[in-house]
Nanobody
């Protein structure tokens, strides 16, 4: 059974940092490029970052470049999103997913940026 379990969200003040994790199971994690998406209040889900199967190539949505870092550990079947310089507009539920992975979305993890 394919599972993607996101964790690490919470409430943080503007300018703060959070580190998200996504534990994957039930598929060959090291064969899939991985992504982080987010869905803010009243907004559509958007791609935030993606990482290649080996981790040597990453891409970011323009608004998070220089603030967010995606990484992965294929030995632990886990993908991470390190977020710093958080802004209120980063408030969203964050989801991970594999590119081409035939499975629905996980439960996500809520990130709230507020003073």
């Amino acid at each position: 059974q394919v599972q993607l379990v996101e964790s690490g969200g919470g409430l943080v003040q503007p300018g703060g940092s959070l580190s998200l994790s996504c534990a994957a199971s039930g598929f060959t994690f090291s064969s899939y490029a991985m992504t982080w998406y987010r869905q803010g209040p009243g907004k559509e889900r958007e791609l935030v970052a993606q990482i290649s199967v080996t981790g040597d190539s990453t891409k970011y949505e323009d608004s998070v470049k220089g603030r967010f870092t995606i990484s992965r550990d294929n030995a632990k079947n886990t993908v991470y999103l390190q977020m710093s310089g958080l802004k209120p507009e980063d408030t969203a539920v964050y989801y991970c997913h594999g590119i081409g992975l035939a499975v629905g979305w996980g439960q996500g993890t809520q990130v709230t940026v507020s003073s």
